[in-house]
């Protein structure tokens, strides 16, 4: 496969996480400040696109370990996001806590075991990828389409309202396993969609223009999220993305979204914290009175603080923060030597 053809999985974790830091952004400003703006419906449109697409995309490699060393699968596939969430949750706690300890002395611990029975918002992502991933390994044996019809019937129930616990590991479960074992299972069809799209095909751009029209009227109307339409709209927006980043990949064109793309879980672990004190400085400031350019100005300034903190400690002490000390790997397991982020068989977040 060509390296244009292998490109695009990093344009589409481009514009993934961009979508997804823009829209934390747009909700927790509004949520600090009680002001929507035109970024709310921005944020609303691409929500039955982003995490779909992260989550399809997340399982394509992992068909190259399912079936290889227990220890090696446990090492990248379960034990690494179990170890950055602890790290990140720990680094989050304490300095979002630190100001209530005088008031409260226990405040961090309460705060540290509830984001280990809760995931936390901004972090939620990692336990339930190591969740996904070992449901995945556990059912390996069995027919993906058994497989793949349960998990549909549980994303259906949950845009139903029949599963809404309130524990985000079960909601999110049923809510978005099915597109991760789905990127597992359907990786050669994705491949193959990406292949064809690379070798040119005229009407791309109208089947996009058409596709975000139709999601633009679902969303509009408030149906979006309904039963069976949540669903078909997640897997139509991972085709979409999918087409839109082959296309950016054949241009060889925009390059800082293929770098984002690559440093995408560098992104995810360090966005929270430059975002919460963005927000709470624009919000207090008044530099830029209108709701919306904050928001977006807020996720921007998150996207690039994480990756300038990144490139500052990835050759410190502080590497930890985004790779793995030896002691925190399994022994026996082969180690990475760089590959796709969240999810692919090789891992370019245990890099330097």
């Known amino acids: 496969m060509s390296a244009t053809r292998i490109n695009w999985v990093d344009y589409a974790k481009g514009l993934c996480i961009i979508g997804f830091v823009l829209a934390q952004s747009v909700y927790g400003y509004v949520a600090m400040t009680g002001q929507p703006s035109w970024m709310h419906f921005a944020a609303a449109w691409a929500a039955p696109i982003i995490l779909p697409t992260l989550f399809i995309v997340s399982g394509l490699f992992l068909p190259r370990t399912l079936f290889g060393s227990k220890s090696t699968f446990f090492d990248r596939k379960v034990l690494r996001f179990i170890y950055f969430y602890v790290v990140w949750l720990i680094i989050q706690t304490v300095i979002l806590y630190t100001p209530h300890v005088a008031s409260s002395p226990l405040a961090i611990a309460s705060a540290l075991l509830s ?46 309202g029949m599963i809404q616990t309130g524990w985000l590991v079960i909601d999110a479960f ?35 223009i058409i596709w975000a029209a139709i999601n633009t009227v679902l969303v509009a109307q408030g149906t979006a999220t309904l039963p069976i339409i949540s669903l078909v709209l997640g897997f139509a927006g991972a085709f979409a993305l999918i087409a839109l980043a082959t296309r950016l990949a054949n241009t060889r064109h925009g390059a800082a979204m293929q770098y984002i793309g690559r440093a995408q879980f560098v992104i995810y672990l360090t966005y929270f914290l430059p975002m919460t004190a963005a927000q709470t400085l624009l919000a207090r400031s008044g ?11 807020i996720g921007l300034i998150a996207i690039a603080l994480s990756l300038a903190f990144h490139r500052l400690v990835r050759r410190t002490p ?35």
Do not use: N
Request: glycine fraction near 8%; aromatic fraction near 10%.
């Open 115 to 160: 984001g280990l029975a809760q995931p936390t918002s901004g972090l939620w992502i990692l336990p339930m990828l190591a969740l996904f991933h070992l449901a995945t390994w556990l059912t390996r044996r069995s027919a993906p389409t058994r497989i793949l019809l349960v998990a549909a019937l549980l994303q259906t129930a949950h845009a139903a």
């Open 174 to 208: 049923a809510q978005y396993f099915v597109f991760f074992f789905a990127g597992c299972h359907g990786a050669e069809l994705f491949r193959r969609f990406a292949v064809r799209l690379s070798e040119g095909f005229s009407d791309v751009p109208a089947a996009l």
């Open 287 to 297: 530099l830029l009175p209108e709701p919306g350019l904050t928001s977006l100005a």
């Open 318 to 352: 502080l590497k930890a923060l985004y790779r793995r000390p030896m002691r925190f790997r399994l022994k026996g397991a082969e180690l990475s030597r760089g590959g796709q982020l969240l999810g692919s068989a090789t891992d370019r977040v245990e890099e330097a």
